[in-house]
């Protein structure tokens, strides 16, 4: 563990002031992958507000460099302040430094940094990257860039072979293959209703995907009694 620079131990005041008890108990209950104690109860609108202020500070690298932070919300204005970031080259640079030590959903979800929506031509070979990693969260990311930036306009049919061919025993990893291909219902229903169809996914995901579909105001009703036909028995996968 670094030494903590100035910044940081700012920015730790700054989440002491700013914590409630409460609503970190809140907290610990949906992020069961963290220890408690991590947890401290900042509110998401103060990180945003603050992650803006802290964007400008000169001496904002050191904190960037301050890896890997012992508090959830250190990771939480990490990422919001990754988001801001304009120069896509810049962001791929962080990204790469910061992904390996994102420790939950809540993070790795939110970060969504603004300029790929400008420059998703930046993504494919680093999306295949994070895809091919052997950690969590850096596949979950991975998939969720395929899902905000490639559903649409830059729609490819070969993102759902890809996001398809991958296997984890990890419940965050199936989780976002499964929210991916039911978006892709929602979006592209000609090219996602196969893999249901010919059982191309992990059985788990399989279902889990139907689930999330039939639970999607994006999808027909006559689309989603087609889905209640194509569920599998024992949709399980080995740790589930």
Wanted: aromatic share 10%; net charge neutral.
């Amino acid at each position: 563990m670094m030494k903590p620079d100035r910044l940081t131990e700012e920015i730790r005041q700054w989440i002491r002031l700013n914590s409630e008890e409460e609503y970190a108990a809140f907290q610990r209950k949906l992020l069961p992958t963290l220890p408690p104690e991590k947890i401290h109860g900042v509110r998401t609108p103060a990180l945003r507000k603050y992650a803006k202020e802290l964007k400008k500070r000169e001496d904002i690298e050191a904190f960037l460099r301050q890896l890997p932070h012992e508090r959830f919300e250190e990771d939480q204005l990490h990422a919001f302040i990754l988001s801001e970031i304009r120069d896509p080259s810049e962001c791929l640079e962080q990204l790469d430094r910061f992904l390996p030590y994102i420790d939950n959903w809540a993070t790795c979800d939110q970060l969504s940094p603004k300029c790929f929506r400008k420059h998703p031509e930046v993504l494919p070979e680093k999306i295949r990257d994070w895809m091919a990693s052997e950690e969590t969260y850096v596949i979950r990311f991975g998939i969720g860039m395929l899902m905000q930036h490639f559903l649409e306009d830059n729609f490819n049919p070969v993102y759902l072979q890809r996001v398809s061919e991958v296997r984890s025993r990890e419940y965050y990893v199936n989780m976002m293959i499964a929210w991916y291909f039911a978006t892709a219902l929602a979006k592209q229903p000609d090219a996602a209703m196969p893999y249901l169809e010919e059982r191309r996914l992990d059985p788990w995901v399989h279902n889990k995907t139907i689930q999330k579909a039939i639970e999607s105001y994006r999808i027909s009703d006559s689309q989603k009694e087609y889905l209640r036909t194509l569920r599998v028995k024992n949709g399980r996968t080995k740790d589930q």
